[in-house]
């Protein structure tokens, strides 16, 4: 009952928008999507299946051949509806999520044949490694756009790369920790408490410390640009006003035909 409460909380929370702008979140689609407390209830569906299964084992197996053929009907459903215009988390998050936990539950009662197909073991292999993969293929998927890949290509290939590090974090990282003895009361303690200090140490160091120094050639580069930058006062103004010549005019007497500039800040 706690862990079903903590769930409704925590869905309710992802769900209302307006709520969060009233606590004085500016930007509450962002802390929907990558704050714990609005996707908890994801995780807590999965909890609570785990928790009922020797209820949901109970199932008729035809209801569950039901539930499963529902189950994976949605789940391919959920990749061709959901898109980048789609508010998520949302209403719609409810349709991968209850999809998926159609499947874990006919997986409980009986081996139908879709169970077997999902069973194959390159599936398994990297149904264990999806969520790892998941937490890779961002980081990759921002270095190559950093350094300047054809977006088109390097997205993909980037995202298909990150199967490589996910495989290994979960080799040499993630099973020696979960399969540990060792790791136990105190020990766990301090593993969960390092895991959460040190990122966050990071992120406070940036986001409140010192301005990292620029390199010569930066500051070289940048130097240029503004010296050839217009007063963002021309903004708003009309040539018929007479401070137009003196705000929005540059560099009139060079030779060579005029340049015109019409637009937004983004053209200035």
């Known amino acids: 009952m706690v ?21 004085g979140i500016d930007k509450p ?4 999507f990558y704050s714990s407390p609005t996707r908890a209830w994801e995780f807590a569906v999965g909890a609570l299946l785990a928790l009922a299964a020797p209820s949901i084992a109970r199932v008729p197996r035809a209801l569950a051949s039901l539930a499963a ?15 980048g215009s789609t508010q998520f988390p949302g209403w719609a998050t409810l349709l991968p999520v209850g999809a998926t936990a159609l499947l874990l539950a006919s997986g409980t009662v009986a081996q139908g044949w879709l169970q077997r197909a999902l069973s194959i073991r390159p599936l398994v292999w990297i149904g264990d490694r999806s969520y790892s993969w998941y937490l890779w293929h961002w980081p990759l998927i921002v270095l190559a756009s950093g350094l300047g890949l054809a977006a088109s290509i ?6 298909a790369f990150s199967l490589v590090p996910a495989a290994l974090s979960y080799r040499y990282v993630e099973q020696p920790i979960r399969a540990s003895r060792s790791i ?17 140490a990071v992120c406070a160091a940036v986001i409140f410390g010192p301005p990292l120094p620029l390199t010569s050639s930066t500051q070289t580069m940048i130097a240029q640009v503004t010296a ?9 103004l009309r040539p018929a006003d007479p ?7 540059w560099n009139a007497a060079a030779p060579g ?7 937004d800040s983004q053209a200035h």
């Open 154 to 159: 390097s997205g993909s290939a980037a995202a």
């Open 228 to 236: 050839n930058h217009l007063s963002s006062a021309c903004f708003g």
């Open 184 to 200: 136990r009361g105190k020990r766990m303690t301090a593993l969960f408490a390092t895991s959460v200090l040190v990122p966050g």
């Open 29 to 32: 689609d962002v802390f929907a």
């Open 69 to 83: 053929g529902v189950g994976l009907i949605l789940v391919l459903a959920s990749g061709l509806i959901i898109d």
């Open 3 to 23: 862990l079903l409460l903590v769930a409704a909380a925590s869905f309710f929370f992802s769900m209302r928008y307006g709520f969060m702008t009233r606590l």
């Open 243 to 249: 401070s137009f010549n003196a705000n929005c005019t």
């Open 257 to 263: 035909a005029p340049i015109y500039l019409l637009g």
